[in-house]
């Protein structure tokens, strides 16, 4: 048994024991579903496609609907699997939509020097390095922490099953406070970069304004809108991570799941695909105002 790496034991619906906490994670990836879907809408609809930011938040989506659907039968004991496939499978779509939260902090990064005294080719070039080099990163130091926890943490054998995904040894709980260090990072990235793309808009480009004074409005709202609220929601999210990881006592209810990421995951995601999917002749150019073209 402890060598297996899952193990499948049906039992009937009527012998599940924990419906209310089954019935949340089911909604929830009914809810991420959904979310699929009108991404996929709107970058087919969309046709300056940033293939960088389409596929990131598409696998994070699929992911995380994957692990939703999977956590009823892992609460049941119907599916056994290793708790640290689990963890991986709760914590890797994070770093797929940090990535993508990251292509639209670059690019607001982009507006903001594009008024500095650079060459625009050798900025653009630098910037899209350091986002390159950023995800190698990130996603590195991801990668050796589940490594580590598979070969020296919790294995992947059924023996360290759990029915919630918890932090369990060192490795585990480095991946989650990786990841809320992550959240602070990009919580401040937005702050500064936010407020800069605010400023080019409203200061900077006073021509195309006053030509444009409707779209301007509505940019100014965007982007204010999606820096508060990214920002108060990864915050939010630092918080409740570290909390979770130093109270050890702390009881989980069976709703809170449904509430933390339909607030902290979905709303930002939706805001940001809301901000991909400009109204038609509603700005200046044909081109999205918050996401690049891809390179």
Partial sequence: MGDSFAKWNWK??????????????????????????????????????????????????????????????????????????????????????????????FFWMQIYRTNQPYNLKTMDRKIWITFLISNSVMFGIAAILYALDFTKGGGITISDASPVPTAKNIYEKGVFMFGAVLYILVSGGFFIYGYYALRYVYYENMEWSLKHLEARRLLLRRVAAITLVCMGCFIIRAAITLLALFDN???????????????????????????????????????SPLIPEPK
């Fill in 12 to 105: 009937p619906a009527d012998e599940w024991s924990n419906l209310k906490y089954d019935i949340s994670h089911f909604v929830l990836a009914f809810l991420y579903a959904i979310l699929f879907g009108i991404a996929i809408f709107m970058f087919s609809r969309y046709q300056y496609n940033s293939r960088t930011f389409k596929g990131l938040l598409i696998t994070g989506i699929l992911i995380r609907l994957f692990f939703f659907g999977l956590q009823p039968f892992i609460m049941e004991n119907i599916l056994l699997i290793s708790n640290s496939i689990n963890v991986m499978f709760n914590t890797l779509p994070s770093f797929f939509f940090f990535s993508g939260y990251l292509v639209l902090l």
């Fill in 249 to 287: 006592d702390l009881d989980w209810a069976w709703w809170l799941d449904g509430l933390y990421y339909f607030i902290l995951e979905v709303i930002p995601l939706l805001m940001m695909l809301r901000a991909y999917y400009p109204k038609k002749r509603k700005f200046p150019n044909s081109h």
